[in-house]
């Protein structure tokens, strides 16, 4: 882990007396320069460069994010100390042997797994790469059997599965193969068939199970569950809007899925459509919306809540970062990408932090990079005391 710089954190007293501290932020950082000043009826609170507005009660904490804080921010004075920084929750971890998009990440046993998809060439590759994040390295490890890209990828029960995907660049050669990979043998074996080939869906676990949702046209509305104790699928109810290149993740037990495009390609109708899963009665129900329409994002479960960010659309890449709270059927806007990206399915966290590595930098599939960007999730749920993932 980087070492944190010092961050700016200002004091503000009812009484009017304004005073600036220096402290530092655990893990974070920031280029931004904060101020404080007084009007006749509140402290306002402006800042400059990015970051994420924090708010505590005493200096050393804890701190609370101030939650789609305007800029300049207005705090209404009252009879307690208020203290105020900026932090940067964005960070990189070490980039990737070789740049990549369009391709699967998941995480097992602590390590991050980036799989198959395609470099700028668009040709597509076997390759998987394995990132340590306590040696912050990264290696090569046995390639798929065969190459795949837009494939979905899930970590069970310290197996490694990718599901479906497809051989080229184009729009028709999905397959419906799936491999278990064991990281004790390094090897990889073919498992029960997907009901139907299908690419660029996503996937989301629980327990045992892996759901998979949505695929390219005309697999849009696909949605499947595969056993990984008993090798078996089972074809679930279709999901409302079919969709491709989704975002999607488990959360208390029901599936959630997010944003997408309705056609094959980035220039197609894109949604920001919600959309959960209940197993235990079949059915899916609509959510509150994502705030900003987009395809080709990516997404993850973290303290309950469901995090989502980058993609791309007719006119460009996405940097939204966004934060869906199942308690309050709430979005809110969190710090943006630092760089945007698109063409990942799947992300990992591990020790408190969000990996997102690779992913492409322009609309299309011929700008894969090597970037490994990382997201600290650190206390921005607690406050909603959601369940688990």
Known sequence: MKKPRQTQVCLAL???????????????????????????GNVIVSWTGSGTLQ????????????LEAPNPFAATPSNTHGFYRTISRWGT???????????????????IYVIGGYPSSRFTVPTVQVYDPVQDRWALTTPLPIALNHEMAAGVNAKLYVIGGQT?????????NVFEFDPSTTNWSPK???????????????????????????????FAVYDTVNNQWTTLTNMPTPRNHIAAAAIDGKVYVAGGRLGAGFTSTMTNVLEVYDPATGLWSTQAPMPTTRG????????????????????????????FVPALNRWYRLESLPIHIHGVTGAAFVNGWI???GGGTDVGGSSGSTIHQVFWVGGICSQFHTGGQ
């Open 168 to 176: 080229d660049s184009g729009n028709t050669s999905f397959v419906n």
């Open 93 to 111: 971890r070490s980039d990737l042997l070789a740049a990549n998009s369009e391709m699967a990440v998941a995480e097992l046993n602590g390590k």
């Open 55 to 66: 708010s505590a009660t005493v200096p050393q904490g804890p701190w609370q994010d101030v």
């Open 296 to 323: 080709g994002v990516n997404g993850i479960a973290v303290d309950g809540c469901f995090f989502v960010w980058g993609g791309e659309g007719p006119n460009g890449v996405f940097h939204e970062n966004e934060m």
């Open 14 to 40: 009812a009484g009017g007396i304004l005073t600036s501290v220096i402290q530092t932020a655990f893990g974070q950082t920031t280029d931004a320069t904060l101020a404080i000043f007084r009007n006749t």
């Open 192 to 222: 029960a068939t997907m009901p139907t080939a299908r690419s660029a869906g996503a996937a989301a676990v629980i327990g045992n199970l892996i759901y998979v949702a949505g695929g390219r046209p005309p697999r849009g509305q696909d």
């Open 355 to 357: 990996h997102a590595p």
